[in-house]
């Protein structure tokens, strides 16, 4: 039989860990010893498991009072240790004994170094850990794979003055003669590698809050706790919600919430010690917007829910991964919505979440929800748009066909029957079949085993509606016969009377007998992952219908056709007439979409002569909104106002070009920078970027020194974020030198360059500047790539994409494959768009 190379035998297995790790911070190193208790399933004279970047000194098996010792061989490529016994050893457990050393690294994954300035202005370090997918094995050997299961228990030998932190409770700790002590921490349930996790530095942690019995800290560096009350709110309130949403008790025995200086993630769900970078956990709520505060609660509900789906119960392989990930984002939106319904958080879902997944499965390029994971580079790969995005798309659609309370009974009796061990999707659809009576199962695989997604085109006929589904491309291909099983909801007026009915269409074709159709809504509450293209005249009845329908349903309209402007099935002057249609609009996160549209329109399809014309149509389009709300934030008024209000100055500054709105913005971005809490928070952030949009030299660095030196992480990133958006071209570059020569941090230098490159007037400067710096750049940590990547489709000058296409052609990124074939599809795309749709968009100005 021929061995997966990257699978591991399973001859042998692990029991329990128990590890003691010493970090020694100075020199960047540490060393370790563990006893694994393993399981011998059939007799073999060798082990064979994960180790990447450790040096092993010694290996030794002990089993009834008998110890032999092992021949270390260690294949780099596989990221494995061979251990070979001089004799064959018979199935039972014994217990193996290791010895080993290691480097922290400055990679963000495994166990690495980061260092940081105090609030006292002195540089700290730090140890902590990333080990998803599959870097476990970096800190220690093990069986690194997420179906081998064990018990973990876990000493970390740290300086007295460090804390030190883990899954599990402190439960010893011994003062050692040289100083240093050995804190001990409870046994972990039995759980996967990629789920243990330790933190050694300068931190700070808050008392306790006892949840139910479960204590909940939260833990920043020292001198930020004054940052952390609305993390602890949202921890409370999420671990209670979630807790009874799925009717099964926490599973650990606490839960500490961790901010790490330098994190390339968002965040990590190991098992009570869940790490965050310091923007999703810590903010100061007086000077933080409406989306930074989110940011938070919805990163504290995603995590939380991973320790129960995801930690509890695990899937079996990282091809199942969206089974982590899909629902744990898709139940940060329940605990989000529960905690904040004012927000009106499944209608930014679908404004700012799903676009995310419905670019990229646009794409011939893309891939199913499930497919095949080989390598570690392939498993770091599935953490895109279509595990997070399109998987909560599709639990939300199918809950939403079900019924809400069907949906959660199967998801607890699935947790409940696989509790502490993996499944597979099957075990998941097996579950909501039961409590539904639905084939979800037999509807779903058509979503996950199939990339793309459809879209529904919908027509009057003499005897009702016709309903025809085919593949929605951003390069149509008419070739393409994929089909699925689409759980409908559809509403509307027939005959003068209200209709609604839910279906499931399985055929490429659907027809709906109905009388004197004059309205129909075909994705009823806005929850379908497809797009619909209505024949004109039903098209003009939801336009005209525009006040009574539903918002999601209003959103989608808008949504959709900006998608159908980009595939070239609808006229980018089209679209700008019916965004008018809008400029009443009351929601932020539909204005959002209106001028999302825009903003491309803007950027890909307007040039220098037509831009003064373009600015007028914008204030035409937002003046009566930003009239409406002016400058003053008012008492009462919803946080969502208030985020409009500053959408609203910053399309007037940013696409409208407005001079009196430039001004204004220049001096109140001038009164935040001098005193964060002179300026409501949503005027300030747009302020900031109307600012740099217009600025200049002495802008750009007053924002740099600021960057340095303020502490609050949602300020930082505010200023990250304008840094980007200057549009003078020695500015762009050095924005692009600053990323990558260390004065911007290692987490933010990718996410950084990506936002340069999409600069509106020279991001082909920014690439010119990446492509002179491609060596540094390839040095950054490898699983923020895609971050950078995720700029180019942005560059739709016909010469500049000419020479990316070419440079990919021949330089490759292994970390980024599938990235840089997507990017470079929407790319091709935007080029065809400009190509197209720029003579209009001019006509249509004129």
Same mark, same amino acid.
């Given at each position: 039989?021929?061995?997966?190379?990257?699978?591991?035998?399973?001859?042998?297995?692990?029991?329990?860990y128990?590890?003691a790790?010493?970090?020694?911070?100075?020199?960047?190193?540490?060393?370790g010893?563990?006893?694994?208790?393993?399981?011998i399933?059939?007799?073999?004279?060798?082990?064979?498991?994960?180790?990447?970047e450790?040096?092993?000194?010694d290996?030794?098996?002990s089993r009834?009072?008998?110890?032999i010792?092992?021949?270390?061989?260690?294949?780099?490529?596989?990221q494995?240790?061979?251990?070979?016994?001089?004799?064959?050893?018979?199935?039972?457990?014994?217990?193996l004994?290791?010895?080993f050393?290691g480097?922290?690294?400055?990679?963000?994954?495994?166990?690495?170094?980061?260092?940081?300035?105090?609030?006292?202005?002195?540089?700290q370090?730090?140890?902590?850990?990333?080990?998803?997918?599959t870097d476990a094995?970096?800190?220690?050997?093990?069986?690194?794979e997420?179906?081998?299961?064990?018990?973990?228990?876990?000493t970390l030998?740290?300086p007295?003055?460090l804390?030190?932190?883990s899954?599990?409770?402190?439960?010893?700790?011994?003062?050692r003669?040289?100083?240093?002590?050995?804190?001990?921490f409870?046994d972990t349930?039995?759980m996967?590698?990629?789920?243990v996790?330790?933190?050694?530095g300068?931190?700070?942690a808050?008392?306790a809050?006892?949840?139910?019995?479960?204590?909940v800290?939260?833990?920043?560096?020292?001198?930020?706790?004054?940052l952390?009350?609305?993390?602890?709110?949202?921890?409370q309130?999420?671990?209670?919600?979630?807790?009874?949403?799925?009717e099964?008790?926490?599973?650990?025995?606490?839960v500490?919430?961790?901010?790490?200086?330098?994190?390339?993630?968002?965040a990590?769900?190991?098992?009570?010690?869940?790490?965050y970078?310091?923007?999703?956990?810590?903010?100061?709520?007086?000077?933080?917007?409406?989306s930074e505060?989110?940011?938070?609660l919805?990163v504290?509900?995603h995590?939380?829910a991973?320790?129960w789906f995801g930690?509890?119960?695990?899937?079996?392989w990282?091809?199942?991964?969206w089974?982590?990930?899909?629902?744990?984002?898709?139940?940060?939106?329940?605990a989000?919505?529960?905690?904040?319904?004012?927000?009106?958080?499944?209608?930014?879902? %679908?404004? $700012?979440?799903r676009?995310w997944?419905?670019?990229v !499965?646009?794409?011939?390029?893309?891939?199913? @929800? =499930?497919?095949? *994971?080989?390598?570690?580079?392939?498993?770091n790969?599935?953490?895109?748009a279509l595990?997070?995005?399109?998987?909560s798309?599709?639990l939300?659609?199918?809950?939403?066909?079900?019924?809400?309370?069907?949906f959660?009974?199967?998801?607890?009796?699935?947790?409940?029957?696989h509790?502490?061990?993996n499944?597979?999707?099957?075990d998941?659809?097996?579950?909501?079949n039961?409590?539904?009576?639905?084939?979800?199962?037999?509807?779903m695989?058509?979503?996950?085993?199939?990339?793309?997604?459809?879209?529904?085109?919908?027509?009057?006929?003499?005897n009702?509606?016709?309903?025809?589904?085919?593949?929605?491309?951003?390069?149509?291909?008419?070739?393409?016969?994929t089909?699925?099983?689409?759980?409908l909801?559809?509403?509307?007026?027939?005959?003068?009377? %209200?209709? $609604?009915?839910?279906?499931?269409m399985?055929?490429? !074709?659907?027809?709906?007998?109905?009388d004197d @159709? =004059?309205?129909v *809504?075909?994705n009823?509450?806005?929850?379908?992952?497809?797009?619909?293209l209505?024949s004109?005249?039903l098209?003009?009845?939801?336009?005209a219908?525009?006040?009574?329908?539903?918002?999601?349903?209003?959103?989608t309209?808008?949504?959709?056709?900006?998608?159908?402007?980009?595939?070239?099935q609808?006229?980018?002057?089209d679209?700008?007439?019916l965004?008018?249609?809008?400029?009443?609009?009351?929601?932020?996160?539909?204005?959002?979409?209106?001028?999302?549209?825009?903003?491309?329109?803007?950027?890909?399809?307007v040039?220098d002569?037509d831009?003064?014309?373009?600015?007028?149509?914008?204030?035409?389009?937002?003046?009566?909104?930003?009239q409406q709300?002016?400058?003053?934030?008012?008492?009462?008024?919803s946080?969502?106002?208030?985020?409009?209000?500053?959408?609203?100055?910053?399309?007037m500054?940013?696409?409208?070009d407005?001079?009196?709105?430039?001004?204004?913005?220049?001096q109140?971005?001038?009164?935040?920078?001098?005193?964060?809490?002179?300026?409501d928070?949503e005027?300030?952030?747009a302020?900031?970027?109307v600012?740099?949009?217009?600025g200049?030299?002495s802008?750009?660095?007053?924002?740099?020194?600021?960057?340095?030196?303020i502490?609050a992480?949602?300020?930082q990133?505010?200023?990250?974020?304008?840094?980007?958006?200057?549009d003078?071209?020695?500015?762009?570059?050095?924005?692009?030198?600053?990323?990558?020569?260390?004065r911007?941090?290692?987490?933010?230098?990718?996410?950084?360059?990506?936002a340069?490159?999409g600069?509106?007037?020279n991001g082909?400067?920014?690439?010119?500047q990446?492509?002179?710096s491609?060596?540094?750049?390839?040095?950054?940590?490898?699983?923020?790539?895609?971050?950078?990547?995720?700029?180019l489709?942005s560059?739709?000058?016909?010469?500049?994409?000419a020479?990316?296409?070419?440079?990919f052609?021949?330089?490759?990124?292994?970390?980024?494959?599938?990235?840089?074939?997507q990017?470079?599809?929407?790319?091709?795309?935007?080029v065809?768009?400009?190509?197209?749709?720029?003579?209009?968009?001019?006509?249509?100005?004129?």
């Amino acid at each position: 039989m021929v061995e997966n190379p990257h699978r591991l035998p399973r001859s042998v297995v692990p029991v329990r860990y128990d590890l003691a790790l010493t970090p020694d911070l100075e020199n960047a190193v540490f060393s370790g010893q563990e006893t694994i208790l393993v399981d011998i399933v059939e007799a073999t004279d060798e082990f064979v498991l994960n180790a990447h970047e450790i040096e092993i000194q010694d290996a030794t098996l002990s089993r009834g009072g008998e110890e032999i010792s092992a021949e270390v061989e260690i294949d780099a490529e596989k990221q494995r240790a061979r251990l070979r016994f001089s004799r064959s050893l018979e199935p039972g457990q014994a217990e193996l004994k290791l010895t080993f050393t290691g480097v922290l690294g400055d990679q963000l994954v495994g166990f690495y170094k980061s260092t940081f300035t105090d609030t006292e202005g002195h540089e700290q370090a730090i140890a902590t850990t990333q080990f998803e997918a599959t870097d476990a094995r970096r800190a220690f050997p093990c069986w690194d794979e997420p179906d081998l299961k064990a018990v973990f228990g876990i000493t970390l030998i740290v300086p007295g003055d460090l804390l030190a932190v883990s899954n599990g409770p402190e439960v010893a700790r011994e003062t050692r003669t040289d100083g240093e002590v050995a804190v001990r921490f409870a046994d972990t349930m039995k759980m996967s590698t990629y789920l243990v996790a330790f933190s050694v530095g300068p931190f700070e942690a808050t008392k306790a809050e006892d949840v139910d019995g479960v204590p909940v800290r939260i833990i920043a560096p020292r001198g930020k706790l004054d940052l952390a009350p609305f993390a602890m709110e949202c921890a409370q309130f999420c671990l209670r919600f979630l807790r009874d949403y799925y009717e099964i008790p926490y599973p650990g025995l606490k839960v500490d919430h961790i901010a790490i200086p330098d994190f390339a993630f968002g965040a990590m769900e190991n098992l009570g010690l869940i790490t965050y970078r310091e923007t999703a956990l810590l903010v100061d709520t007086t000077t933080a917007s409406q989306s930074e505060l989110l940011r938070i609660l919805d990163v504290v509900g995603h995590e939380l829910a991973h320790m129960w789906f995801g930690d509890l119960v695990t899937m079996k392989w990282w091809d199942g991964i969206w089974l982590n990930e899909a629902f744990a984002s898709f139940m940060e939106f329940k605990a989000t919505d529960a905690m904040r319904p004012q927000w009106k958080r499944w209608l930014a879902f %679908a404004a $700012e979440d799903r676009p995310w997944a419905f670019g990229v !499965d646009a794409l011939a390029a893309s891939r199913p @929800v =499930e497919f095949e *994971v080989g390598s570690p580079d392939e498993a770091n790969e599935m953490f895109d748009a279509l595990t997070y995005g399109k998987g909560s798309s599709l639990l939300r659609m199918i809950e939403q066909y079900i019924g809400e309370e069907a949906f959660r009974q199967g998801v607890g009796n699935y947790l409940r029957r696989h509790a502490y061990s993996n499944t597979v999707t099957a075990d998941l659809w097996a579950g909501l079949n039961e409590a539904s009576g639905e084939p979800v199962g037999e509807i779903m695989n058509t979503w996950l085993y199939q990339r793309g997604y459809p879209q529904l085109e919908v027509a009057r006929t003499g005897n009702g509606v016709k309903i025809s589904q085919r593949r929605f491309l951003t390069i149509p291909d008419e070739s393409d016969s994929t089909l699925w099983k689409i759980p409908l909801q559809i509403r509307g007026v027939a005959g003068g009377r %209200a209709f $609604e009915q839910k279906t499931l269409m399985t055929e490429e !074709d659907l027809q709906i007998p109905l009388d004197d @159709v =004059e309205l129909v *809504v075909a994705n009823a509450g806005g929850h379908g992952f497809f797009r619909v293209l209505y024949s004109p005249e039903l098209l003009d009845a939801l336009i005209a219908a525009l006040p009574e329908l539903e918002d999601l349903e209003r959103f989608t309209i808008i949504n959709d056709a900006w998608a159908f402007v980009e595939s070239g099935q609808l006229s980018a002057a089209d679209y700008l007439r019916l965004a008018e249609t809008y400029r009443h609009e009351g929601e932020q996160a539909i204005w959002g979409a209106v001028l999302g549209g825009v903003a491309a329109i803007g950027h890909h399809l307007v040039d220098d002569e037509d831009r003064p014309a373009f600015a007028k149509w914008v204030a035409s389009l937002v003046g009566p909104t930003f009239q409406q709300l002016g400058w003053e934030a008012q008492e009462g008024e919803s946080d969502l106002t208030r985020r409009l209000r500053g959408q609203i100055i910053g399309a007037m500054g940013r696409l409208a070009d407005d001079p009196a709105v430039i001004a204004r913005c220049r001096q109140l971005a001038d009164d935040a920078l001098d005193d964060p809490h002179a300026v409501d928070p949503e005027i300030a952030r747009a302020s900031l970027f109307v600012t740099a949009a217009h600025g200049g030299e002495s802008e750009y660095r007053r924002f740099f020194e600021l960057y340095k030196k303020i502490t609050a992480p949602h300020e930082q990133q505010r200023l990250l974020l304008a840094l980007a958006t200057f549009d003078d071209p020695d500015l762009v570059s050095e924005t692009i030198t600053a990323s990558l020569d260390g004065r911007i941090r290692t987490q933010d230098s990718a996410w950084v360059i990506g936002a340069t490159l999409g600069n509106r007037v020279n991001g082909g400067v920014a690439w010119k500047q990446l492509r002179k710096s491609w060596d540094t750049f390839v040095k950054l940590p490898t699983m923020t790539h895609r971050r950078v990547i995720e700029g180019l489709p942005s560059l739709s000058r016909p010469e500049v994409a000419a020479e990316i296409e070419a440079f990919f052609a021949e330089t490759p990124l292994p970390h980024a494959t599938k990235s840089i074939a997507q990017n470079l599809e929407r790319l091709r795309a935007n080029v065809e768009m400009r190509t197209r749709e720029a003579k209009a968009v001019h006509e249509f100005l004129a």
